[in-house]
């Protein structure tokens, strides 16, 4: 006769199973609006994170992924054989933060997915209004993260100079970078998803820089549009060159999270103020961004009622970064 299982055993497992339930929601909703953030130039992801709590929880989930530790993973899978490691796989899961990292990333997707299908209609109907809108972001995240700063020595100005030129000059070569090679697109995945995880740096914004941004939008939704075709029918063929593209810049963000990400963190050990002068004067010099792509778009022309629009968008996504700040309380590069 089995033995009889103790009701409050089965009540605590209960509650336990329910208080992980909903603490992958919150990490969810928590995504979502990370995702949000990210979607968009000159709004941080990674501020989301700091204002909701869980930044030092994602930065260490983030750091524990290595590759030893991944193929550590594959070993533990593996039933028998010489190549199978006598850890458990839970274990390593645990150590990664697995179902934390995988509600996080649910919830930034879902975001990323549905934030792209408004920008792109905003992008091809009410250019003037979704660049306007984009200045005052990056404008105002400029700003903030320029207060933070301390420019105390040459070498740090001259740092930034160099961070701004790069910015200021790649942001007015948008159209030429957007019809550029794969090459690229790999470039920006890695850069991007490295800024995404950093209070402040918007991966948007770099990939704005690139001019991948528009291009990057358009190719996802071609891909889930095409995918979607398949269900009633459609061509294989069209899901394969959106799909590269897409695949391709996430690989990239993968090698991103193994090196570039991890470049700028031991910069920032060692180099901190020279560092986050390089980082806000990208922010600064990509203010042409915007400007140049409305400029290298034949349906917009600058008349009164246009540049009014565009101020005015411009204010309302400033005021939008200002109020985000305010609930920061500033941005605690500290916790970089």
Not at 319 to 335: E, S
């Given at each position: 006769m089995p033995p009889s299982e103790d009701p409050s055993s089965t009540l605590s497992n209960r509650a336990s199973s329910e208080v992980s339930f909903r603490d992958s929601l919150r990490i969810f909703g928590v995504g979502l609006l990370m995702g949000s953030a990210d979607a968009v130039p000159g709004i941080s992801g990674g501020t989301v994170a700091l204002?909701?709590?869980?930044?030092?929880?994602?930065?260490?989930?983030?750091?524990?992924?290595?590759?030893?530790?991944?193929?550590?993973?594959?070993?533990?899978?593996?039933?028998?054989?010489?190549?199978?490691?006598?850890?458990?796989?839970?274990?390593i899961l645990n150590e990664f933060d697995a179902v934390f990292v995988v509600s996080l990333l649910v919830g930034i997707g879902t975001a990323v997915v549905l934030v792209g299908r408004i920008i792109e209609y905003a992008q091809a109907e009410v250019p003037v209004v979704l660049y306007g809108f984009f200045f005052g972001l990056i404008a105002a995240s400029?700003?903030?993260?320029?207060?933070?700063?301390?420019?105390?020595?040459?070498?740090?100005?001259?740092?930034?100079?160099?961070?701004?030129?790069?910015?200021?000059?790649?942001?007015g070569e948008v159209q030429l970078l957007a019809n550029s090679g794969i090459v690229i697109v790999f470039v920006a995945g890695a850069v991007a998803v490295s800024a995404m995880i950093l209070p402040g740096i918007s991966g948007s914004l770099l990939l704005i820089i690139l001019g991948q941004y528009v291009r990057m939008y358009a190719s996802l939704n071609d891909f889930l549009d095409s995918v979607t075709g398949l269900l009633t029918g459609g061509d294989f063929e069209a899901v394969l060159a959106p799909g590269r593209e897409v695949v391709v810049f996430l690989v990239g963000g993968l090698v991103g999270l193994f090196t570039v990400a991890r470049v700028i963190r031991r910069l920032l050990d060692s180099y901190r103020e020279a560092t986050?002068?390089?980082?806000?004067?990208?922010?600064?010099?990509?203010?042409?961004?915007?400007?140049a792509e409305l400029s290298g778009n034949e349906t917009v022309v600058w008349t009164p009622e246009t540049i009014g629009v565009f101020v005015?968008?411009?204010?309302?996504?400033?005021?939008?970064?200002?109020?985000?700040?305010?609930?920061?309380?500033?941005?605690?590069?500290?916790?970089?």
């Open positions: 204002i909701a709590g869980i930044y030092g929880r994602l930065i260490a989930a983030v750091t524990s992924i290595t590759p030893r530790r991944i193929a550590d993973l594959l070993r533990a899978l593996i039933p028998f054989g010489a190549l199978r490691t006598e850890e458990q796989p839970g274990s400029a700003l903030i993260l320029w207060r933070e700063l301390s420019m105390g020595t040459a070498g740090r100005w001259l740092t930034a100079l160099v961070g701004f030129t790069i910015a200021f000059v790649l942001s986050l002068a390089f980082l806000v004067a990208l922010v600064i010099g990509a203010l042409r961004a915007p400007i005015g968008l411009a204010l309302v996504g400033g005021l939008l970064v200002l109020v985000l700040d305010w609930y920061a309380i500033d941005i605690d590069f500290d916790r970089l």
